[in-house]
């Protein structure tokens, strides 16, 4: 079993750029397609970028594509997303998530994740 824990958030202004790191405990990392999520107060839950278990595929939502880069090391036991360009909208608790099994043409579905962490504040002042 994988458990899952972010780090990297914090206050920055717009424009400005930010690396989310999460770091996973478990032999069998390599075995998951990972996920990033992130959510506002008051508002659902938002797929933002996935990546399946060797890296060779990756998938971003519009509303972060061009900006934002989702990677992993399976020797370190971490995925990242590096975001650029940050937007006040862009302000959130973001989660990284995992799930077993191959990369699913559904990866953007929360349900499709089996393991979150407990997530990293990212405020984007303006």
């Known amino acids: 079993q994988v458990q899952l824990v972010e780090s990297g958030g914090g206050l920055v202004q717009a424009g400005g750029s930010l690396r989310l790191s999460c770091a996973a405990s478990?032999?069998?990392?390599?075995?998951?397609?990972m996920g990033w999520f992130r959510q506002a107060p008051g508002k659902d839950r938002e797929f933002v970028a996935a990546i399946s278990r060797s890296g060779g595929n990756t998938d971003y939502s519009d509303s972060v594509k061009g900006r934002a880069t989702i990677s992993r090391d399976n020797a370190k036991n971490t995925s990242y997303l590096q975001m650029n360009s940050l937007k006040p909208e862009d302000t959130a608790v973001y989660y990284c998530?995992?799930?077993?099994?191959?990369?699913?043409?559904?990866?953007?579905?929360?349900?499709?994740?089996?393991?979150w962490g407990q997530g990293t504040q990212v405020t984007v002042s303006s």
């Open positions: 998530a995992g799930a077993p099994g191959y990369y699913s043409g559904s990866y953007y579905l929360a349900t499709m994740y089996d393991y």
């Open positions: 478990g032999r069998t990392f390599s075995t998951y397609f």
